[in-house]
Nanobody, 121 residues
Framework: QVQLVESGGGLVQPGGSLRLSCAASGRIFRIYAMGWYRQAPGKQRELVARITSGGITDYVAPVKGRFTISRDNANNTVYLQMNTLKPEDTAVYYC???????????????WGHGTQVTVSS
């Protein structure tokens, strides 16, 4: 029904930057909030940042001032600009989206398959 595809992950040295993208496609009528989560080895998946359809953003404390979430509503895409990366940012990063469907009404949260971010020297 709806597919989310992340891109932009990779290996970066501490202090470096990466930009993640997540494009949604399918039976989309409207996308409400979109978000980025991450899951490090041996840990639970955690919220990193989220953004409403109106552009209101929210970040968890460890990434405030370093990460910026943004979205392109016309292209159903959400971005995560990550600066001053630290080894503890290493994780698989997932995007999600709260989507209203068409033509049959329905509203569901969808997840991407994830993209690996590794911060290491």
């Amino acid at each position: 029904q709806v597919q989310l595809v992340e891109s932009g992950g990779g290996l970066v040295q501490p202090g470096g930057s990466l930009r993640l993208s997540c494009a949604a496609s399918g039976r989309i009528f409207r996308i409400y909030a979109m978000g980025w989560y991450r899951q490090a080895p041996g840990k639970q998946r955690e919220l990193v940042a989220r953004i409403t359809s109106g552009g209101i953003t929210d970040y968890v404390a460890p990434v405030k001032g370093r990460f910026t979430i943004s979205r392109d509503n016309a292209n159903n895409t959400v971005y995560l600009q990550m600066n001053t990366l630290k080894p503890e940012d290493t994780a698989v990063y997932y995007c999600n989206a709260d989507v209203a469907l068409k033509p049959t009404p329905g509203r569901y949260v969808y997840w991407g398959h994830g993209t690996q971010v590794t911060v290491s020297s």
